[in-house]
Every structure is written in C-alpha cells, then in structure tokens.
C-alpha cells in the first residue's frame, strides 16, 4: 500500500479499506489501530460524567452489566481483563486490588467465579493481560487492553495472541544477536 503524502490521501486509504467491513469490524480495526498508535478515540457524546453512586464515568459509555455482556468474556482471565478495562477507561481506576475487581463484578452482574485463580491466572506472562504495580494493586497492561478491545470476536483475541507471541520471539532474537 503505498504511503500517503498527505492527511487528506490518508483518510482516503482508510475509508477505502474500511468500507466493505460491517460496523463491528470497522469499530475493532480503529480501536486497534489507536490502541497501537497510542492514540485516545473520542468516545460518543465526549465528556465526562458521573454514573451511579457518584463515580466518574464517560458520558456514552456503557453501564458495566452491558460492557461484559456485549464483551462476551470466553474465559475468567478474560472476564477479569473486560472488568479491569472497564475499572480503566470508564470508572477512571487504572490501579486496583481483589477488591475493586469484585465491586466492579457485582456491579456488572457478572456472576460469581474464582477471583484469586482468575487474578492469579491473568497476571501470568503466559496471559499477560495484568500487570502488578505494588501495594497488591495490579493494572492492565497495554496487551490486555488490546485483548478487551478485540472481544467478543474470539478470533481477532487469537490474532493479538499471535501477534504478541511473534513480538515476543523477535525481541527474544534481537537480545540474542546482540550477546
């Protein structure tokens, strides 16, 4: 493809590849692509607001029970990163503990699961969605931000696997070559 020149070529490259997508993959590949640009996507009605109980949340953003829903977490690991995403970009909390994941759990009427294995589990490097910050507060890492922002397409989940995993092995190489 080649590089646009200028803003407005860009967009049209864009547009062009985004057209024959339906909605869902329109929205996944542009949060995808902002999440690897490090970029923040203004969210529907912008602002933000303040959701039940008093607590900071974005205006347009969903209450927690439909996030998970529409999320459809496959795993706890994953369900645990959907909640922490949530903690993160809706409710302004990107350090929590046990506890916040639980509240926020509740909250979202998600059912009841082991929170200790699924913490545990999530903060493994083999899963990498969690990272711990001190304090017995974890946050999310920039891995299970991608991983969220891909579900509830379980597909597009294996595909930031493989592509983490192949960054994974080429930093592994490059150390090697450099020793």
Avoid: C
């Avoid at 640009?37 to 949340?57: D, F, I, K, N, S």
């Avoid at 990107?94 to 979202?108: G, S």
């Avoid at 922002?149 to 994974?168: D, F, I, T, W, Y």
């Amino acid at each position: 493809m080649p590089k646009p020149a200028d803003p407005v070529k860009a967009m049209g490259v864009v547009l062009a590849a985004l057209q024959p997508l339906d909605e869902a993959d329109r929205n996944w590949v542009l949060q995808s692509v902002a999440s690897k640009l490090r970029l923040t996507l203004p969210q529907e009605g912008g602002g933000a607001g303040t959701g039940a109980g008093g607590q900071q949340r974005r205006q347009g953003a969903p209450d927690a029970a439909s996030f998970l829903r529409d999320k459809k977490p496959a795993t706890d690991q994953q369900r645990v990163a959907v909640l922490a995403y949530y903690l993160t970009h809706h409710k302004n909390t990107p350090a929590f503990k046990k506890a916040d994941i639980e509240a926020m759990n509740t909250e979202a009427r998600g059912g009841g699961f082991n929170f200790d294995d699924a913490l545990g589990n999530a903060s493994k490097s083999s899963t990498n969605y969690l990272s711990a910050i001190g304090g017995g507060k974890k946050q999310l890492t920039a891995f299970g931000d991608q991983i969220v922002e891909a579900l509830p397409a379980q597909e597009a989940v294996r595909e930031v696997e493989r592509s983490e995993k192949a960054a994974k092995r080429r930093k592994k190489a490059r150390a090697k070559k450099k020793s």
